[in-house]
């Protein structure tokens, strides 16, 4: 089992950044790939980011591409989110989860997901 939990969430200008974290206990993160999501109001949870396992090969969504950079450190047992440039579109409950394998784009499935931190982005 696996617990994930994310933080760094908060409210920042447009334009400004943010450092997501997502944490994890009861087992370690290196023997999964993860990924980012994201679900604003109304709308569907969205694919951001993945991480391979070993942090060797990522993948972004488009509208991300160039301001958002994931990463890890299998040691920390962390994967981390750091989101610079952003907009008002980028406002939304923020998820990690954990897959089996690493997809360029979103898995079929996943095994663990986090509760989300909230990133707002004002205008």
């Known amino acids: 089992q696996v617990q994930l939990v994310e933080s760094g969430g908060g409210l920042v200008q447009a334009g400004g950044s943010l450092g997501l974290s997502c944490a994890a206990s009861?087992?370690?993160?290196?023997?999964?790939?993860m990924d980012w999501f994201r679900q604003a109001p109304g709308k569907e949870r969205e694919f951001v980011a993945a991480?391979?396992?070993?942090?060797?090969?990522?993948y972004y969504t488009n509208s991300v591409k160039g301001r958002f950079t994931i990463s890890r450190d299998n040691a920390k047992n962390t994967v981390y989110l750091q989101m610079n440039s952003l907009k008002p579109e980028d406002t939304a409950v923020y998820y990690c989860?954990?897959?089996?394998?690493?997809?360029?784009?979103?898995?079929?499935?996943?095994?663990?997901w986090g509760q989300g931190t909230q990133v707002t982005v004002s205008s």
């Open positions: 991480i391979s396992r070993s942090g060797g090969s990522t």
């Open positions: 009861g087992r370690t993160l290196s023997t999964y790939a």
């Open positions: 989860a954990a897959a089996r394998s690493f997809v360029p784009g979103p898995n079929l499935k996943y095994d663990y």
